[in-house]
């Protein structure tokens, strides 16, 4: 049991979500100073006038006042800010093919056909991934070189006509303009994929079942980012040449065809072989792979690449009348991407299967989502996003350069699809919305809403906000699977139409010019998304929130994504605690908001694998507006799973406490599940102090009006109050500002394992604070 003492303290660390909260908000302050980090991660205290740090509120605990000290870990910079980052919203189709190796679904332990398939599974996605790099490079080829360099620039056509007919003809500008924007895109990705955030200091990880453990940047990823760029560089040089199927006149171009299949068959092959050294074990082969592909063969390589396809422009003189390989190249590529999903799809099933016992004894609504097929529809659906923005960006440049440019015959088919994926969303989305509107005005349910609001005036208001909160945490999934249905289902369609030569009759004409004008749409306002993000920071951070949740993921299938920024944080915000736990009076509480509970979920993981007990047992953490019961456990089982979530619980015997409002959309219930009122009073299960899972006591109510079930807090919004002494905001409150409910200096107090409620000390003073003996 741990003694309080004149000289205890506690250290509350904050770290915010994924909307970049500001400096002075996250440590609720009207100004902040930097106290540690190297500005891209910044640990800040709240400042005074002279801006120098200062204290934070005095927590009241064991009856009396507990000194406080408030400091907040800002990350925002890791993922907004200028042109670059806003940037990286483009590779947003890249972020979900490597976010899925990481929903694939647990391996039971010692189970060897479950391990098979796992590690069949992950090459699968990696190979789907690589394939991904080929197809968009191919596609910004079909608009540079098809429709700029060959139909627009050639000479005599009636576009872009104030680019003179000498500077049409010379040599090599079309080559130029053809090919070079296809080297920036390969260069841009390079730059991307090479950036990452370095730990400043760092609690080392350890291999475990808790929150996080496997979370470690895969020693493949040089390997990797090779064979994508060199795929990319390869399969620009195949489409200008003439495409896979097309035998190039003259001995130099057959050579060069040659040498792109080559390149793209080693880097196929190669991408198959990896393995993953962090999951199912170090294979031999994966081991002479990586010697194979050292630094100095990865430049080799791309070197070759890169000549090649400069060797390509330079033996294309004159340009052709028409580039024969762009339909022929992205076609291939686009129907090899598909069978790689596909098959993706049907291995999950006896993976997700054979996964199924690692959950089976869980409640079904913590049990992960699709059964664990979760990664095969987020594949999906960010393989066919990426080819709709292709497709969409060839729609918008070939609408805005002018009349007379064509399309390769395979993007005819797509517009179809898009266009009937767009009205069969509009068809059937209306309906599934006003009946979905109308369960939730008569719903029933939610009692804890009843208990919390009894009474008072805005309980009716309260209830519809639980109601449509709940709706959305329960289908947010179910979106995603329709979705990549539809899509899905009408990829097989296209394919289909495509093959047989069966021409679309014309009452799909409408269809096909509203895909036209939903492709347009998408390209034009991701661009201008990124325009704007560039110029006004606000902006920045609304773009950067589906980034912010793909870029917790280190890179494992794409190394063309945006850097992992957990990588950094997690490791120092566990530095930053074990820094301050090394004062025996003070304690530490890591409290985190939305994504940042997560963060602190997994540094707290990391600490409890590396401190000594005594310094573990003054640790404890709060968590406000998580998803970490309701979504990361059931989309990522193998990462975040229901028993290492326990497991941290038991760790942390009782620290843990969750804040939670039903009227919060994206933050939800944490350490209890099966809620029932019964006789007025709130039951359910949950963690317990032991690191068991069972019934709980029956949820007090605390002070403030909060109902405590287990470890979560469950708040009225709108607040009770105003509260004296304290800053009060009205109304309904839902995802934002916890700190301002007076129950969260309560959470806080219990998760440091102090008393809130303790009574005073009735006039017996606290022991004497104990002074060094001098040295003799």
Same mark, same amino acid.
């Given at each position: 049991?741990?003694l309080?003492?004149?000289?205890?303290?506690?250290?509350?660390?904050?770290?915010?979500?994924?909307?970049?909260?500001?400096?002075?908000?996250?440590v609720g302050?009207?100004?902040?100073?930097?106290?540690?980090?190297?500005?891209?991660?910044?640990?800040?205290?709240?400042?005074?006038?002279?801006?120098?740090?200062?204290?934070?509120?005095?927590?009241?605990?064991?009856g009396?006042s507990?000194?406080?000290?408030?400091?907040?870990?800002?990350?925002?910079?890791?993922?907004?800010?200028?042109w670059?980052?806003?940037?990286?919203?483009l590779?947003?189709?890249?972020s979900?093919?490597?976010?899925?190796?990481?929903?694939l679904?647990?391996?039971?332990s010692?189970?060897?056909?479950?391990?098979?398939?796992?590690?069949?599974?992950r090459?699968l996605?990696?190979?789907?991934a690589?394939?991904?790099?080929?197809?968009?490079?191919?596609?910004?080829?079909?608009?540079?070189?098809?429709?700029?360099?060959?139909?627009?620039?050639?000479?005599?056509?009636d576009?872009l006509?104030?680019?003179?007919?000498?500077?049409?003809?010379a040599y090599?500008?079309?080559?130029?303009?053809?090919?070079?924007?296809a080297?920036?895109f390969?260069l841009?990705?390079?730059?991307?994929?090479?950036?990452?955030?370095?730990?400043?200091?760092?609690?080392?990880?350890?291999?475990?079942?808790?929150?996080?453990?496997?979370?470690v940047?895969?020693?493949?990823?040089?390997?990797?980012?090779?064979?994508?760029?060199?795929?990319?560089?390869a399969?620009?040089?195949?489409?200008?040449?003439?495409?896979?199927?097309?035998?190039?006149?003259?001995?130099?171009?057959?050579?060069?065809?040659?040498?792109?299949?080559?390149?793209?068959?080693?880097?196929?092959?190669?991408?198959?072989?990896?393995?993953?050294?962090r999951?199912?074990?170090?294979?031999?082969?994966?081991?002479?792979?990586r010697?194979?592909?050292?630094?100095?063969?990865?430049?080799?390589?791309?070197?070759?690449?890169?000549?090649?396809?400069?060797?390509?422009?330079?033996?294309?003189?004159p340009?052709?009348a028409a580039?024969?390989?762009?339909?022929?190249?992205?076609?291939?590529?686009?129907?090899?991407?598909?069978?790689?999903?596909v098959?993706?799809?049907?291995?999950?099933?006896?993976a997700?299967?054979?996964?199924?016992?690692?959950?089976a004894?869980?409640?079904?609504?913590?049990?992960?989502?699709?059964?664990?097929?979760?990664?095969?529809?987020?594949?999906?659906?960010?393989?066919?996003?990426?080819?709709?923005?292709?497709?969409?960006?060839?729609?918008?440049?070939?609408?805005?350069?002018?009349?007379?440019?064509?399309?390769?015959?395979?993007?005819?088919?797509?517009?179809?699809?898009?266009?009937?994926?767009?009205?069969?969303?509009?068809?059937?989305?209306?309906?599934?919305?006003?009946?979905?509107?109308v369960?939730?005005?008569?719903g029933?349910?939610y009692?804890?809403?009843?208990?919390?609001?009894?009474?008072?005036?805005?309980?009716?208001?309260?209830?519809?906000?639980?109601?449509?909160?709940?709706?959305?945490?329960?289908?947010l999934?179910?979106?995603?699977?329709?979705?990549?249905?539809?899509?899905?289902?009408?990829?097989?369609?296209v394919?289909?139409?495509?093959?047989?030569?069966?021409?679309?009759?014309?009452?799909?004409?409408?269809?096909?010019?509203?895909?036209?004008?939903?492709?347009g749409? $998408?390209?034009g #306002?991701l661009?201008? =998304?990124?325009?704007?993000? !560039?110029?006004q %920071?606000? /902006?920045?951070? +609304? &773009? @950067?929130?589906?980034?912010?949740?793909?870029?917790?993921?280190?890179?494992?299938s794409?190394?063309?994504?945006?850097?992992?920024?957990?990588?950094?944080?997690?490791?120092?915000?566990?530095a930053?605690?074990?820094?301050?736990?090394?004062?025996?009076?003070?304690?530490?509480?890591?409290?985190?908001?939305s994504?940042?509970? $997560?963060?602190? #979920?997994?540094?707290? =993981?990391?600490?409890?694998? !590396?401190?000594? %007990?005594? /310094?573990?047992? +003054? &640790? @404890?953490?709060?968590?406000?507006?998580?998803?970490?019961?309701?979504a990361y456990?059931?989309?990522?089982?193998?990462?975040?799973?229901?028993?290492?979530?326990?497991?941290?619980?038991?760790?942390?015997?009782?620290?843990?406490?969750?804040?939670?409002?039903?009227?919060?959309?994206?933050?939800?219930?944490?350490?209890?599940?099966?809620?029932?009122?019964?006789?007025?009073?709130?039951?359910?299960?949950g963690?317990?102090?032991?690191?068991?899972?069972?019934?709980?006591?029956?949820?007090?109510?605390?002070?403030?009006?909060?109902?405590?079930?287990?470890?979560?807090h469950?708040?009225?919004?709108?607040?009770?109050?105003?509260?004296?002494?304290?800053?009060?905001?009205?109304?309904?409150?839902a995802?934002?500002?916890?700190?301002?409910?007076?129950?969260?200096?309560?959470?806080?107090?219990?998760?440091?394992?102090?008393?809130?409620?303790a009574?005073?000390s009735?006039?017996?003073s606290?022991p004497?604070?104990?002074?060094?003996?001098?040295?003799?």
């Amino acid at each position: 049991m741990l003694l309080t003492g004149s000289d205890t303290r506690v250290v509350e660390l904050r770290v915010h979500g994924v909307l970049g909260t500001g400096a002075e908000s996250l440590v609720g302050a009207v100004a902040a100073v930097d106290v540690a980090g190297d500005g891209v991660g910044r640990l800040v205290r709240p400042a005074d006038r002279l801006q120098r740090p200062a204290p934070g509120p005095v927590l009241r605990a064991e009856g009396r006042s507990v000194p406080r000290v408030v400091e907040g870990y800002v990350w925002s910079a890791m993922t907004s800010g200028g042109w670059a980052k806003a940037a990286w919203a483009l590779l947003f189709p890249f972020s979900l093919a490597n976010m899925a190796h990481w929903m694939l679904p647990p391996v039971p332990s010692g189970h060897r056909g479950g391990r098979v398939l796992a590690a069949v599974n992950r090459s699968l996605v990696r190979l789907a991934a690589l394939l991904l790099t080929a197809l968009l490079i191919t596609q910004s080829t079909v608009v540079t070189l098809d429709l700029l360099a060959t139909q627009c620039l050639a000479p005599g056509a009636d576009c872009l006509t104030w680019v003179p007919g000498s500077v049409r003809s010379a040599y090599p500008f079309r080559q130029v303009v053809g090919l070079l924007p296809a080297l920036l895109f390969v260069l841009v990705l390079y730059r991307i994929s090479t950036v990452s955030w370095r730990p400043g200091a760092q609690v080392r990880p350890t291999e475990s079942d808790l929150p996080g453990g496997r979370l470690v940047a895969d020693p493949d990823t040089p390997a990797l980012r090779a064979l994508h760029l060199v795929t990319a560089l390869a399969s620009v040089a195949l489409l200008a040449v003439g495409g896979p199927f097309h035998q190039p006149d003259g001995p130099v171009a057959r050579v060069l065809r040659l040498l792109a299949l080559a390149l793209l068959g080693l880097c196929l092959l190669a991408v198959l072989l990896l393995d993953d050294p962090r999951g199912a074990g170090d294979s031999r082969v994966g081991r002479a792979l990586r010697g194979a592909l050292g630094r100095w063969p990865r430049r080799v390589l791309l070197v070759v690449a890169g000549a090649l396809v400069v060797a390509v422009g330079a033996v294309m003189s004159p340009m052709p009348a028409a580039v024969t390989g762009t339909g022929p190249t992205v076609e291939l590529v686009a129907v090899a991407l598909f069978g790689v999903v596909v098959l993706v799809g049907v291995l999950l099933v006896p993976a997700a299967l054979i996964a199924r016992r690692t959950w089976a004894g869980e409640p079904r609504e913590l049990r992960p989502w699709a059964g664990g097929w979760m990664a095969a529809p987020v594949l999906a659906f960010g393989v066919l996003l990426g080819g709709g923005f292709g497709v969409g960006l060839a729609i918008a440049v070939g609408r805005l350069i002018g009349v007379g440019t064509r399309l390769p015959a395979g993007y005819e088919p797509v517009a179809l699809l898009w266009g009937a994926a767009a009205a069969l969303g509009v068809v059937v989305a209306v309906p599934m919305l006003v009946v979905a509107v109308v369960r939730l005005l008569r719903g029933s349910g939610y009692a804890e809403a009843g208990l919390l609001h009894a009474g008072r005036p805005e309980a009716a208001a309260a209830l519809k906000a639980w109601r449509v909160a709940g709706w959305q945490r329960r289908n947010l999934h179910r979106v995603v699977l329709a979705v990549s249905a539809v899509l899905v289902a009408g990829a097989v369609a296209v394919i289909a139409l495509r093959v047989s030569g069966f021409t679309p009759p014309p009452w799909t004409d409408p269809l096909s010019a509203f895909g036209v004008l939903a492709l347009g749409a $998408l390209a034009g #306002a991701l661009l201008k =998304a990124v325009y704007d993000a !560039a110029r006004q %920071p606000e /902006a920045g951070r +609304r &773009l @950067g929130v589906i980034a912010d949740l793909a870029s917790f993921w280190p890179r494992e299938s794409h190394p063309a994504v945006p850097p992992c920024y957990a990588l950094k944080v997690v490791p120092e915000l566990a530095a930053r605690a074990a820094e301050h736990l090394r004062d025996p009076s003070t304690r530490v509480v890591l409290t985190g908001h939305s994504q940042g509970s $997560l963060l602190v #979920a997994v540094a707290a =993981a990391r600490l409890l694998g !590396a401190l000594e %007990p005594a /310094a573990a047992a +003054r &640790l @404890g953490i709060v968590t406000a507006g998580s998803q970490l019961q309701w979504a990361y456990p059931r989309a990522f089982p193998a990462v975040v799973s229901h028993r290492g979530l326990a497991h941290l619980s038991g760790g942390l015997g009782g620290r843990w406490r969750a804040l939670c409002r039903g009227t919060d959309p994206i933050g939800g219930a944490v350490t209890t599940w099966n809620r029932q009122v019964c006789d007025g009073r709130l039951l359910g299960t949950g963690f317990r102090t032991d690191g068991t899972e069972g019934p709980l006591p029956a949820a007090s109510v605390s002070p403030h009006g909060a109902l405590v079930l287990g470890g979560d807090h469950w708040l009225p919004d709108p607040m009770r109050g105003p509260v004296a002494g304290r800053r009060w905001a009205p109304g309904t409150l839902a995802h934002t500002d916890y700190p301002a409910d007076p129950e969260w200096d309560r959470a806080v107090a219990m998760a440091a394992a102090l008393d809130p409620e303790a009574p005073a000390s009735g006039g017996l003073s606290w022991p004497p604070k104990r002074e060094p003996t001098p040295p003799a």
